[in-house]
């Protein structure tokens, strides 16, 4: 028997999809299979949006939901249910295996290794090339590129100026059949800032012309739609993405008819050449007293052709498709023919195309009903408006004392500025920082519920970090500030200032924030390995991390420190440097976190004084813990200690000495000074690492945590060492360390130390500001 793939977003090579069986996407949002369109027994394979039983959980499609997205074999449907998708096992593309002839080819690529495909959350299938530990090495193709009728977010309608490739959609042939129909929607390349939809070639309706990098769509402002347009050398594409406060999902769809939902009301249709409105159509059951004209069956027209044809066509009173079972031929009739009613039963639909003064009683009696009911209507609008306008008050509330916190360089522009702006409804400060709703951040994360909680802060500070998902399948994690700490807006103001301006691949990104309701919330990139801890600290864990791991985290650390001592806009001093503080994303390259309690330095500044000190015990160097002196130094020292603890994978506050208990500098200082240093490796590396590198890099870490600060090197220097095996490497000096006297470790805690009473006992936060 053949491997069948079931309740998995990943198809591999060898294993078959078959007819009943589906992929499901992470969080279940969207689903691929085998289908059959209403009223048709032949079968199709596409991905559709699953809607979630639990009524808890968003409506996003409506009563279109269940129609399909995507559509593979559109044009060569399967006659029984014995298709199933598989990777063909030669040349690794998708193919689907029929009892009706030839396999029907999906995706024609070529792959040097072996091959997988997996629905993501976005609903994009993607085939990728595997490298031989199983991981994927590149994206070979993906069906965003090959749309159907449906352009969901993420998708683009353009050209790629490269390859030629064009992005476009096409409507199904009719509610039967997803082949492809009359209708194109895409942007021409010869005019790209606008957005026209063909029916066979012709210009059948056209967008306004949008300017330079923005579209503007008035009917679908209000629901939550974000476009875009980007022009390049090497592309042009539209595209277009969800607001985070909507509750439903949107998608862009053109029907058999050419209509693409609310954005039909934002453009001009092609009128015929006569001067007849034929501004309604009605169906009726019965015959024509007269033969109509009938197209060939070699023009594949449909019903939308068809009236395309009468609407054409001045003397057209009424036209129909030939074979209703699938909406297709078309027959039109001429003024001088009549409808007659019958009760037989293979009688037809016809469709009616009159004037507009045709209607013109019936419109008045519609208005006289209209104006009666437009009353209440009203009163219902006006109630609707006020209740509105009163909550857009207190969230501009909301927004001016958030910018009044976050300093004057901020603006309220974006509040009443012009249309492009107010159809954002998340506005946007000058330096980039996103404001959320609160409701936004509340539903990503179940209303905080403990299921999605990552941890929790361990100064007095309260602190709690959250996972969540926002209605655009974007992983997020919240920083959640104690309401009743003075601190906690200190940590807020400060870390929403610096890592708004900071950018490096290195260091976590901050996505926004929200101030309203009292709460003071931090929303970041999610990063699913957690923190460097959690892996060398742990017994069985830390095997997950082979020398190249660690040495590329190490190096990653660097690069990090480096842009902000010395290539950011502000020279930046974090003074929290820690194992806890070093996130991992997916492919476990390290980023920095937690600026709450780091400092700004005018660039030609090289240290301060503080009558204050924050930071953990056994990462503060030595001369801020006696004499509050803080400078790039103090990170250098707590990076020597981070690549001790990330070498030996012991804790720099635990006890490694039989005959006197000193902490890991101390342990590390002794084994250098005996010539034992290999001796600190972790015993799970002894496979996988360089001893000559594994040396280099005690060396460095040494070096790092010099007593003197004029004796350690600088984040440049360090990072010429580890890159540089000729380089050679000063001797180090004895650094400052520890005698411990306790036995039982505990995790240290973020602590500040007075210097008035050269205390270390006082666990508070002391205040600051980013300068």
């Not at 054409?312 to 699938?326: D, K, P």
């Not at 709450?596 to 056994?618: C, D, K, P, Q, S």
Request: with cysteine; net charge neutral; aromatic share 10%.
């Amino acid at each position: 028997m053949r491997p069948s793939c079931s309740q998995t977003d990943k198809l591999l090579r060898g294993q078959h999809l078959k007819d009943g069986d589906e992929l499901v996407s992470a969080f279940g949002y969207f689903r691929m299979g085998f289908f059959s369109p209403d009223g048709s027994e032949n079968r199709y394979l596409g991905v559709w949006y699953y809607r979630p039983t639990d009524p808890s959980v968003f409506d996003y499609y409506n009563s279109e939901r269940n129609k399909p997205v995507w559509v593979a074999n559109r044009n060569n449907p399967i006659l029984d249910k014995s298709g199933s998708l598989t990777i063909d096992s030669t040349d690794g593309n998708l193919k689907i295996l029929h009892n009706g002839g030839n396999p029907i080819v999906i995706t024609s690529v070529k792959a040097d290794g072996n091959t997988s495909a997996s629905l993501l959350k976005t609903g994009n299938l993607v085939l990728y090339e595997m490298n031989s530990d199983g991981s994927e090495r590149r994206e070979l193709w993906q069906s965003f590129d090959y749309p159907t009728d449906t352009l969901l977010p993420g998708m683009k309608l353009g050209i790629n100026l490269q390859t030629g490739h064009q992005w476009f959609l096409q409507s199904w042939i009719s509610d039967f059949s997803p082949a492809q129909g009359s209708y194109t929607l895409g942007i021409d390349p010869n005019v790209p800032n606008q957005l026209i939809i063909w029916w066979r070639g012709d210009v059948y309706w056209t967008s306004e012309i949008w300017p330079k990098g923005w579209f503007h769509s008035y009917s679908l402002v209000s629901d939550g739609y974000n476009f875009g347009y980007t022009s390049s050398e090497h592309e042009k594409y539209f595209n277009y993405s969800a607001n985070e406060t909507i509750t439903s999902f949107p998608v862009l769809r053109l029907t058999a008819n050419g209509l693409s939902g609310a954005l039909y009301a934002d453009g001009i249709v092609k009128s015929p050449s006569c001067s007849k409105d034929f501004s309604y159509i009605e169906y009726k059951y019965g015959f024509m007293n007269g033969d109509g004209f009938k197209f060939k069956e070699s023009d594949n027209m449909t019903l939308s052709d068809c009236k395309v044809k009468c609407f054409q066509n001045c003397s057209c009173v009424a036209y129909a498709s030939i074979n209703e079972s699938n909406d297709t031929g078309c027959e039109i009739w001429s003024s001088g023919t009549k409808f007659t009613v019958t009760s037989i039963t293979d009688r037809r639909i016809i469709f009616m195309a009159r004037e507009a003064k045709v209607e013109k009683k019936r419109m008045s009696l519609a208005i006289a009903v209209g104006a009666a009911l437009l009353i209440p209507l009203l009163c219902y609008l006006c109630y609707l408006i006020l209740r509105k306008l009163k909550a857009k008050v207190e969230n501009i509330v909301n927004r001016q004392k958030l910018l009044r916190e976050l300093g004057d360089n901020a603006s309220l522009s974006t509040i009443f500025g012009n249309r492009k702006t107010q159809a954002n409804k998340d506005q946007t400060l000058k330096r980039d920082l996103k404001i959320f709703y609160f409701q936004t951040i509340a539903a990503a994360t179940d209303n905080f519920s403990p299921g999605n909680r990552l941890g929790q802060g361990k100064s007095l500070v309260l602190i709690y970090l959250y996972s969540g998902i926002t209605t655009t399948y974007q992983e997020i994690a919240i920083k959640r500030l104690s309401k009743s700490s003075g601190q906690g807006i200190v940590e807020f103001k400060n870390e929403a200032k610096l890592i708004a301006k900071l950018q490096h691949t290195n260091l976590v990104r901050l996505l926004g924030c929200s101030l309203q309701k009292g709460e003071r919330l931090l929303v970041y990139e999610y990063l699913p390995n957690k923190s460097l801890d959690f892996f060398i600290f742990d017994s069985s864990k830390k095997e997950l991390l082979d020398w190249k791991k660690r040495f590329n985290i190490i190096e990653g650390i660097v690069q990090g420190l480096l842009y902000l001592h010395k290539y950011s806009r502000l020279r930046v001093i974090h003074r929290d440097l820690k194992a806890s503080n070093i996130l991992l994303d997916d492919q476990m390259n390290p980023k920095i976190s937690d600026f709450g309690m780091a400092r700004t330095f005018g660039m030609n500044e090289l240290e301060a004084n503080t009558n204050r000190i924050v930071g953990t015990h056994g990462y503060m160097s030595p001369e801020y813990v006696m004499n509050g002196i803080v400078s790039m130094k103090s990170d250098v020292y707590s990076f020597g200690v981070l690549v001790l603890e990330i070498i030996s994978s012991k804790k720099n506050n635990g006890c490694y000495d039989t005959e006197r208990p000193l902490n890991l500098v101390g342990y590390a200082w002794q084994l250098w000074n005996e010539g034992k240093a290999l001796e600190l490796i972790d015993t799970t590396l002894h496979e996988s690492c360089s001893p000559d590198e594994v040396t280099r890099c005690i060396h460095v870490g040494l070096l790092c945590v010099q007593d003197k600060a004029t004796d350690r090197p600088t984040m440049s220097d360090v990072a010429s060492m580890l890159t540089n095996d000729t380089m050679a490497l000063p001797t180090p000096r004895q650094p400052a360390f520890f005698i411990n006297i306790a036995s039982d470790y505990e995790e240290p805690e973020v602590t500040e130390i007075k210097l008035e009473v050269c205390s270390v006992n006082d666990v508070t936060i002391s205040r600051m500001e980013a300068r």
